[in-house]
C-alpha cells in the first residue's frame, strides 16, 4: 500500500494557517512521521508498515484562551505487545491492549504532540487512537499498521521522504 497524503504539518501555525481549527474548535493530525532533511512531517495514511522504528502520533492544536487544558488519549492496540514503553503519565488496561495517557495543556500553550514508535513484536493490524480535551472527544481515527517483509531498507529510506514535503505530495 502507498502512503495517501492529506496534509502535512510541521508546526501548530499550520492548522491555523490553513483553517483546521478555528477559535472555539481544537484540531488534531494523526498519521505517520516522515523524516525530512531538516525536520520529520506527519502525514496522513491509512496503511503504514510494521516495521520497528516507525513513528506514528498526534498534534493538537486548541484555541487561543487562558485556561488549561486537560488532553487524554487512548490508543488501543488489536492485541497485546511484546512491550510497552511508557511514562509515568501513561496507564495500561489489563490485558495490555489500552494506553491511556493523561497531560495538561497550561494555558500559556497552544499546541501538544504524542509520538509512539513502533517496537519489535508490535502486533498487526488497526491501532486506534481517542483524544479527549477537557474531558471532550475531539478526535477518533486509525491506522492499519501491515508487515511489509519485502522492504528490508531503515526506516529512514521506507518512503522517499523529500517527496512528501508538498502539501500535495508531488
Known amino acids: 500500500h502507498r502512503l495517501s497524503i492529506a496534509a502535512v504539518v510541521a508546526s501548530s501555525a499550520y492548522l491555523f494557517a490553513f483553517g483546521l481549527v478555528g477559535p472555539q474548535q481544537p484540531a488534531v493530525h494523526f498519521g505517520v512521521w516522515m523524516p525530512g532533511p ?7 495514511s491509512e496503511v503504514a508498515p510494521l516495521i520497528e522504528g516507525v513513528r506514528f502520533g498526534w498534534v ?3 484555541p487561543a484562551d487562558d485556561a ?26 489489563a490485558d495490555r491492549t489500552r494506553a491511556t495517557t493523561t497531560r495538561v495543556l497550561p494555558g500559556f500553550e497552544r499546541r501538544m504532540d504524542h509520538t509512539w514508535r513502533i517496537l519489535e513484536g508490535d502486533p498487526p493490524g488497526r491501532y486506534l487512537v481517542r483524544i479527549w480535551v477537557d474531558d471532550r472527544l475531539v478526535y477518533e481515527d486509525s491506522l492499519i499498521f501491515e508487515p511489509q517483509p519485502e522492504l528490508s531498507a531503515p ?8 517527496r512528501y514535503q508538498g502539501c500535495d505530495g508531488r
Do not use: K, Q
Open 38 to 44: 531538516s525536520a520529520s512531517y506527519l502525514v496522513d
Open 68 to 93: 488549561p487544558h486537560t488532553v487524554r488519549e487512548e490508543l488501543i492496540l488489536p492485541s497485546a505487545p511484546e512491550t510497552w514503553i511508557v511514562g509515568p503519565e501513561t496507564t495500561l488496561s
Open 60 to 62: 493538537l492544536a486548541v
Open 155 to 162: 526506516v529512514a529510506n521506507v518512503v522517499d521522504a523529500p
